[in-house]
């Protein structure tokens, strides 16, 4: 078990272009989140995974927003077209069987968007 | 939108103080109650986590949970230095999970 990972750690891009981050889970986990942080606030949720199924998904996340877990381990988030406000910390969580309390998530160390 | 409400502090005890964290949520509908601490620049880390009523008691650490009042609070007994933190209160059910902003804990020597 070496925990979350992802990558990349640092994102710098133009206003406008795709960025893509990975999420790598702890392995038994089944259970897959992501989260978005800025500065002086909670982590807000973006969407959950069971497996490769995407369970829930916040309303309030743009269509521009995309996330997948094609075989149930790693997952990736997509934002096409960014804008500046989508600056953030972008924060991967899993939680599950094996390891940890069943629903306690266990968070990567996040990677820090900047739209310039 | 689910809200949850935290006192942003900073709350400042001395070291060996009880340090007395409060969080009140809107969604009458979670079930599980999650503690994070969160140190500048990293991820959250779990604290502690309760699911019914009453107090649960984990070390230093005590969480107290009263459903009827929408209201859960952290007490953290002989608070350290190294308890300084940001300290997110995390309602939830099961599947999502809504964080408030946290309260900074400062633990003075």
């Known amino acids: 078990d070496t925990g979350v990972s992802q990558n990349p750690r640092h994102k710098i891009t133009k206003r406008g272009q795709n960025v893509t981050f990975r999420c790598d889970p702890i392995s038994e986990h089944n259970r897959l989140y992501w989260y978005r942080q800025t500065l002086g606030q909670g982590p807000e949720f973006l969407t959950y995974?069971?497996?490769?199924?995407?369970?829930?998904k916040s309303r309030l996340l743009s269509d521009r927003f995309s996330a997948e877990r094609p075989k149930g381990s790693f997952s990736t988030l997509e934002i096409q077209r960014t804008e500046q406000g989508d600056s953030a910390m972008y924060l991967c969580?899993?939680?599950?069987?094996?390891?940890?309390?069943?629903?306690?998530?266990?968070f990567g160390p996040g990677t820090r968007l900047t739209v310039t | 939108q689910k809200e949850v409400e935290q006192n942003s502090g900073p709350l400042s005890v001395p070291e060996g103080a009880i340090a007395s964290l409060n969080c009140t949520y809107s969604?009458?509908?979670?079930?599980?109650f999650f503690w994070y601490r969160q140190y500048s620049g990293k991820s959250p880390e779990l604290i502690m986590f309760?699911?019914?009523?009453g107090d649960k008691e984990d070390g230093r650490f005590t969480a107290q949970l009263n459903k009827a009042s929408q209201y859960v609070s952290l007490l953290i007994r002989d608070s350290q230095p190294s308890d300084s933190a940001t300290y997110l209160c995390?309602?939830?059910?099961?599947?999502?999970?809504?964080f408030g902003s946290g309260t900074k804990l400062n633990v003075k020597p």
């Open positions: 969604d009458r509908g979670s079930q599980s």
């Open positions: 995390a309602p939830g059910d099961f599947n999502k999970f809504y």
């Open positions: 995974f069971q497996n490769e199924a995407q369970l829930e």
């Open positions: 969580a899993s939680s599950g069987p094996g390891v940890g309390e069943p629903y306690e998530q266990y």
């Open positions: 309760i699911y019914s009523n």
